[in-house]
């Protein structure tokens, strides 16, 4: 077993999300998030690390900033 850690190969995946994509393309009841989504989706976030390898023991509160950046369009191009 070699000591030096392999070069990681690691791919971008990019997707475009069109703000209408046309009549029949997504069920009804789809829609954007929103701002008031954000304590929702804090807590989603919250759900989903807690107890993984990924949790670095952040308060939910974190976790609703890190939403509120995402809905603001902070991260990405």
Same mark, same amino acid.
């Given at each position: *077993? =070699?000591?030096? $850690? =392999?070069?990681?190969?690691?791919? !971008?995946?990019?997707? $475009? !999300? /069109?703000? +209408?994509? %046309?009549?029949? *393309?997504? =069920? &009804?009841? !789809?829609?954007?998030?929103?701002?008031? +989504?954000? =304590?929702? /989706? #804090?807590? /989603? !976030?919250? #759900?989903?690390? /807690? #107890?993984?390898? +990924? +949790? $670095? #023991?952040?308060? *939910? &509160?974190?976790?609703?900033?890190?939403? &509120?950046?995402?809905?603001? %369009?902070?991260? %990405?191009?």
């Amino acid at each position: *077993m =070699p000591d030096e $850690t =392999p070069e990681r190969n690691a791919r !971008l995946w990019k997707r $475009t !999300l /069109l703000a +209408d994509s %046309g009549e029949g *393309m997504r =069920p &009804t009841n !789809l829609r954007n998030v929103k701002r008031e +989504d954000v =304590p929702a /989706l #804090g807590a /989603l !976030l919250f #759900g989903a690390f /807690l #107890g993984t390898i +990924d +949790d $670095t #023991g952040q308060a *939910m &509160t974190q976790y609703e900033s890190k939403a &509120t950046a995402i809905v603001a %369009g902070r991260y %990405g191009e």
